[in-house]
């Protein structure tokens, strides 16, 4: 039987049977994301009007997926380490932007992640 891994940004459990989510992360995410593991300025960025206007606005002119070619429901912010934002701008250079579904935005973000606790645990 083939196992998958919780959905949720950081988690390590296995969802049930069907579910995208562990048992613990299900009923979090049937809420609307609201962001609870970002920092205080990435949360302002992500509600802010110039970014939901202009990732409508890439979303438009970049309607397919770049990785599976389904339609492209996220723009994900391509930067070399998940959490280091040295300049605000770069959020808005349409350069560090690809458009993704909202699976392989996931898988994107669960493997930054990994990444992310790896090199801590390396590094100290």
Known sequence: ?????????????????????????????RKPFTGGWLSDYAKAFYHSGRWRKEKAE???ENPYCALCGK???DVHHQFDDFYDYHNPNDFFDQNHW?????ECHQQIT???MKRRRRKKYVSH
Do not use: W
Not at 2 to 29: D, S
Not at 98 to 102: A, T
């Open 1 to 29: 039987m083939y196992r998958k891994i919780c959905n949720h940004p950081g988690c390590t459990k296995y969802a049930a049977e069907g579910q995208r989510f562990c048992e613990k992360h299900l009923e979090e995410h």
């Open 71 to 73: 339609e492209a429901t």
């Open 58 to 60: 890439f979303l438009k």
């Open 98 to 102: 690809v458009s993704l579904c909202d």
């Open 110 to 112: 669960r493997e930054a």
